[in-house]
């Protein structure tokens, strides 16, 4: 029987070529999309779930006030495990390091290095290719690296034994090298060092203060514990009775973050980079399962629009003895096999676009055919698809009454055009919303990048210190000083794009010693503030009319709006910085030293000269490659061990918003498609209904109508559809892109002429779509269509 279904249906498809071509590219295309994202969903919800622990594996986090950050101090860890049986192990890591390595003469400049605990690697599971887990960190001064690295770096040869010279100054020996990271870790590092290398240059760390926060604590808990529904909870409440105790200021908040929220779930401060975001999984899921119902819509409208031409079919085969279940099996196989053949399609269609996905996105996807689990998704898929797209019309054709049928009394039905109306409906209220989605997220990316910052970023070139090139700052002052190219420069310790520096030892008349406000403060020289560009609101900047001072303090408005005082009174007014005990000396109006999705936050500037971080260059647009080559040949006088590099201080600003930048592209191209496989339904719907009307059209023309009139009357119909779609959309992107914009502290308004220029442009795209259609009918010559009348 079911043989015979598919040999039918086969022969339906092969007779209705077009009605075929349109569904099996549509849902193809559809499901093409769906498998994409389905594959990146995956990967995104998957992270860090491959270590043994992963369920009772947490990382340390803390909250004050406003202020959330990923970090602890170096010695909490270890103290909460020996007073808490509920923690079984502790691990720390320290932030990714930019380093320098020289290996057989070869200078490597390497970014992805991090010091850890040397129990790391028994406590998550990354796999050693050479080396053993237990021991391999044990001793300091050694190191292990990545088989991508190794490979790098010694190439055939066995990289165990093999010397790694640190930062031209410190030798490590290579006692491991790691099977390459799993691409959904959070992790993403090359070299890992044992903290034992770096504990007697960090008091942190060899007193195990409670003070500073700069390390990654990750516990992994008792199972009764952890699986328990308050266990984790009690935990916490356990923590911050000690942290009470143990801390002067009990504003903080420690937390445990389940180790597989980290990627999805993280809006923390000071965290590892290139983390995910549940919102947007939740997003591109969404649009992926609209674009296939939009596909599905296609199948359905097409096949009740043609439902008079199958009417007779039904009529022969009930007449004969067929019962209505058996003709339902037999339009569910034709949409099958329909949905069977846009499968295999969809797949050639993955494997060709994948590395471009790839590329887009960010990620490293890749499809592994063994995988049972994949196979079985895509039968689902089929089967889904199948039986929703051809649901509908096997109960609506499966239904008709063989009598009135055969006898050609068989009518348009009122609840047939009605639903069909409601698909094409509900296929542009879905176009019409991806197109408000696509400029809403155009419109922010471009607020972001016009946003007046509070400085001036242009023709900045940062360049960082390393090496010898700190302790000959007043040499290169000095040369910098004498060249005409270099001469408008500033020294500072951090870059204000992401500062994630911060202190809760700050105090003035009047506050409260217990609120926990994290204040960030950023170190330069007296040129800094003028370089920027930052406006000086009251006082003075720093410069080289006033001696330096580590007792004068330069602060923003919130800082002094803080402190309860305005412009008038804020001059002189007692600060203390870190046991520093000084003055505000001027106050500067705010500018954003953070990425965007956060307030600006209080912040301190003040001089120093003993731990320079950076050097900013502003030069012309069209002395930049000269002003870089000049640089490079200072640098390499001054510190010839470290090769020169350099960034632009515009380009560092956009990479904070990579991950934004990504999903506009992304989010362009589903809009594109879910629209195309739109016009693709209303194509072949007005295709038909104008092969349906070709004789009243005929008729139409020997009485004297225009082919303007004629293209009017098929296409007045659709353009009603298209408008109440516009119009119920409207609402429902307003609402879902609020929700979205919600994410940044900072964020452009949705205008009007957003959704006007959507409406513009789902109702251009619908009227171009169906005119087609229309004119192609309304200029056939009335003779070929009513010569057999």
Same mark, same amino acid.
């Given at each position: 029987?079911?043989?015979?279904?598919?040999?039918?249906?086969?022969?339906?498809?092969?007779?209705?070529?077009?009605?075929?071509?349109?569904?099996?590219?549509?849902?193809?295309?559809?499901?093409?999309?769906?498998?994409?994202?389905?594959?990146?969903?995956?990967?995104?919800?998957?992270?860090?779930?491959?270590?043994?622990?992963?369920?009772?594996?947490?990382?340390?986090?803390?909250?004050?006030?406003?202020?959330?950050?990923?970090?602890?101090?170096?010695?909490?860890?270890?103290?909460?495990?020996?007073?808490?049986?509920?923690?079984?192990?502790?691990?720390?890591?320290?932030?990714?390091?930019?380093?320098?390595?020289?290996?057989?003469?070869?200078?490597?400049?390497?970014?992805?290095?991090?010091?850890?605990?040397?129990?790391?690697?028994?406590?998550?599971?990354?796999?050693?290719?050479?080396?053993?887990?237990?021991?391999?960190?044990?001793?300091?001064?050694?190191?292990?690296?990545?088989?991508?690295?190794?490979?790098?770096?010694?190439?055939?040869?066995?990289?165990?034994?093999?010397?790694?010279?640190?930062?031209?100054?410190?030798?490590?020996?290579?006692?491991?090298?790691?099977?390459?990271?799993?691409?959904?870790?959070?992790?993403?590092?090359?070299?890992?060092?044992?903290?034992?290398?770096?504990?007697?240059?960090?008091?942190?760390?060899?007193?195990?203060?409670?003070?500073?926060?700069?390390?990654?604590?990750?516990?992994?808990?008792?199972?009764?514990?952890?699986?328990?529904?308050?266990?984790?909870?009690?935990?916490?409440?356990?923590?911050?009775?000690?942290?009470?105790?143990?801390?002067?200021?009990?504003?903080?908040?420690?937390?445990?973050?389940?180790?597989?929220?980290?990627?999805?779930?993280?809006?923390?401060?000071?965290?590892?980079?290139?983390?995910?975001?549940?919102?947007?999984?939740?997003?591109?899921?969404?649009?992926?399962?609209?674009?296939?119902?939009?596909?599905?819509?296609?199948?359905?409208?097409?096949?009740?629009?043609?439902?008079?031409?199958?009417?007779?079919?039904?009529?022969?085969?009930?007449?004969?003895?067929?019962?209505?279940?058996?003709?339902?099996?037999?339009?569910?196989?034709?949409?099958?096999?329909?949905?069977?053949?846009?499968?295999?399609?969809?797949?050639?269609?993955?494997?060709?676009?994948?590395?471009?996905?790839?590329?887009?996105?960010?990620?490293?996807?890749?499809?592994?055919?063994?995988?049972?689990?994949?196979?079985?998704?895509?039968?689902?898929?089929?089967?889904?698809?199948?039986?929703?797209?051809?649901?509908?019309?096997?109960?609506?054709?499966?239904?008709?009454?063989?009598?009135?049928?055969?006898?050609?009394?068989?009518?348009?039905?009122?609840?047939?055009?009605?639903?069909?109306?409601?698909?094409?409906?509900?296929? !542009? #209220?879905?176009?019409?919303?991806?197109? %408000?989605?696509? /400029?809403?997220?155009?419109?922010?990316?471009?607020? =972001?990048? *016009? $946003?007046?910052?509070?400085?001036?970023?242009?023709?900045?070139?940062?360049?960082?210190?390393?090496?010898?090139?700190?302790?000959?700052?007043?040499?290169?002052?000095?040369?910098?000083?004498?060249?005409?190219?270099?001469?408008?420069?500033?020294?500072?310790?951090?870059?204000?794009?992401?500062?994630?520096?911060?202190?809760?030892?700050?105090?003035?008349?009047?506050?409260?010693?217990?609120?926990?406000?994290?204040?960030?403060?950023?170190?330069?020289?007296?040129? !800094? #503030?003028?370089?920027?560009?930052?406006? %000086?609101?009251? /006082?003075?900047?720093?410069?080289?009319?006033?001696? =330096?001072? *580590? $007792?004068?303090?330069?602060?923003?408005?919130?800082?002094?709006?803080?402190?309860?005082?305005?412009?008038?009174?804020?001059?002189?007014?007692?600060?203390?910085?870190?046991?520093?005990?000084?003055?505000?000396?001027?106050?500067?109006?705010?500018?954003?030293?953070?990425?965007?999705?956060?307030?600006?936050?209080?912040?301190?500037?003040?001089?120093?000269?003993?731990?320079?971080?950076?050097?900013?260059?502003?030069?012309?647009?069209?002395?930049?490659?000269?002003?870089?080559?000049?640089?490079?040949?200072?640098?390499?006088?001054?510190?010839?061990?470290?090769?020169?590099?350099?960034?632009?201080? *515009?380009?560092?600003?956009?990479?904070?918003?990579?991950?934004?930048?990504?999903?506009?592209?992304?989010?362009?191209?589903?809009?594109?498609?879910?629209?195309?496989?739109?016009?693709?339904?209303?194509?072949?719907?007005?295709?038909?209904?104008?092969?349906?009307?070709?004789?009243?059209?005929?008729?139409?023309?020997?009485?004297?109508?225009?082919?303007?009139?004629?293209?009017?009357?098929?296409?007045?119909?659709?353009?009603?559809?298209?408008?109440?779609?516009i119009v119920l959309a409207i609402p429902i992107s307003w609402y879902f892109m609020s929700k979205w914009l919600e994410d940044f502290a900072y964020r452009t308004t949705i205008s009007w002429w957003i959704f006007a220029l959507a409406g513009l442009l789902a109702l251009t795209i619908a009227l171009l779509t169906v005119s087609y259609q229309a004119i192609k009918a309304a200029i056939v010559n009335p003779v070929k269509s009513l010569r057999s009348e």
């Open positions: 029987m079911f043989k015979n279904y598919l040999k039918i249906a086969w022969r339906n498809l092969n007779k209705n070529k077009s009605f075929s071509i349109l569904n099996i590219l549509g849902l193809s295309i559809g499901m093409a999309c769906s498998i994409l994202i389905l594959l990146w969903v995956q990967n995104e919800v998957s992270y860090d779930q491959f270590h043994t622990d992963a369920d009772r594996t947490y990382r340390f986090i803390v909250n004050s006030g406003d202020f959330k950050t990923a970090v602890s101090s170096a010695g909490m860890g270890p103290d909460l495990m020996d007073e808490l049986s509920e923690i079984e192990s502790v691990v720390r890591t320290t932030k990714f390091q930019k380093v320098l390595f020289h290996v057989n003469d070869k200078v490597y400049e390497e970014g992805q290095f991090m010091y850890v605990d040397d129990n790391f690697l028994s406590f998550f599971d990354f796999p050693l290719l050479q080396g053993e887990a237990v021991s391999a960190l044990e001793n300091p001064n050694t190191i292990v690296l990545t088989q991508t690295m190794a490979q790098k770096y010694f190439g055939d040869d066995n990289a165990l034994g093999k010397t790694i010279k640190l930062n031209n100054n410190k030798n490590l020996k290579v006692t491991g090298v790691l099977k390459d990271l799993p691409s959904n870790s959070h992790f993403k590092f090359d070299f890992i060092a044992p903290t034992s290398t770096i504990i007697s240059i960090d008091q942190n760390l060899a007193n195990k203060t409670w003070g500073n926060f700069d390390y990654y604590s990750y516990f992994k808990l008792d199972k009764n514990v952890a699986l328990s529904k308050t266990g984790v909870g009690d935990l916490e409440a356990k923590i911050n009775a000690i942290a009470d105790k143990r801390l002067s200021n009990d504003a903080f908040n420690f937390r445990l973050q389940p180790l597989t929220d980290i990627h999805l779930y993280s809006d923390l401060q000071i965290d590892v980079a290139g983390h995910g975001n549940i919102q947007y999984v939740n997003i591109f899921l969404v649009v992926a399962l609209f674009i296939l119902v939009v596909a599905c819509i296609n199948f359905m409208n097409l096949a009740t629009a043609r439902s008079a031409k199958r009417a007779k079919e039904v009529g022969l085969r009930k007449a004969i003895g067929a019962y209505r279940g058996q003709l339902i099996g037999q339009f569910l196989s034709e949409s099958i096999l329909l949905s069977f053949i846009s499968l295999v399609l969809a797949i050639v269609l993955v494997f060709l676009t994948l590395p471009f996905f790839n590329e887009i996105s960010g990620s490293t996807l890749g499809v592994d055919i063994t995988d049972g689990s994949f196979w079985g998704g895509l039968v689902v898929i089929v089967l889904v698809t199948g039986l929703f797209a051809g649901s509908y019309p096997a109960l609506y054709l499966s239904r008709f009454n063989p009598i009135k049928v055969l006898k050609g009394n068989l009518k348009k039905t009122g609840g047939n055009l009605f639903l069909r109306n409601g698909l094409v409906t509900l296929q !542009f #209220i879905i176009s019409a919303v991806l197109i %408000v989605a696509t /400029g809403v997220v155009y419109h922010q990316l471009n607020f =972001i990048k *016009d $946003k007046n910052l509070g400085f001036d970023k242009s023709n900045m070139i940062i360049v960082p210190f390393r090496g010898a090139l700190g302790e000959k700052r007043d040499a290169l002052a000095a040369t910098l000083e004498q060249h005409p190219l270099l001469k408008n420069y500033s020294i500072f310790n951090n870059v204000p794009t992401d500062l994630d520096t911060g202190t809760t030892d700050i105090f003035w008349n009047g506050k409260d010693e217990t609120d926990g406000i994290v204040v960030p403060d950023l170190g330069m020289d007296d040129r !800094f #503030i003028d370089l920027f560009g930052i406006e %000086v609101l009251a /006082g003075r900047g720093f410069s080289e009319e006033f001696t =330096i001072s *580590d $007792k004068n303090y330069v602060i923003n408005e919130t800082l002094m709006k803080l402190m309860g005082k305005n412009l008038d009174n804020i001059i002189g007014e007692p600060l203390a910085l870190n046991d520093r005990d000084g003055q505000v000396v001027g106050v500067v109006k705010d500018f954003h030293f953070k990425p965007l999705q956060y307030n600006i936050e209080p912040l301190v500037l003040r001089q120093e000269e003993n731990n320079p971080g950076f050097l900013a260059v502003r030069t012309t647009m069209n002395q930049t490659e000269a002003s870089i080559a000049a640089l490079e040949n200072i640098h390499a006088e001054l510190n010839p061990a470290f090769p020169f590099s350099y960034s632009f201080l *515009d380009a560092d600003l956009e990479k904070l918003y990579d991950s934004e930048q990504q999903m506009s592209t992304i989010f362009n191209i589903l809009a594109l498609l879910g629209i195309f496989i739109s016009c693709l339904g209303i194509y072949g719907l007005s295709a038909f209904i104008a092969e349906q009307r070709i004789k009243e059209i005929g008729i139409r023309k020997v009485l004297g109508a225009s082919v303007q009139s004629i293209t009017t009357l098929l296409s007045k119909d659709f353009l009603k559809l298209v408008l109440t779609a």
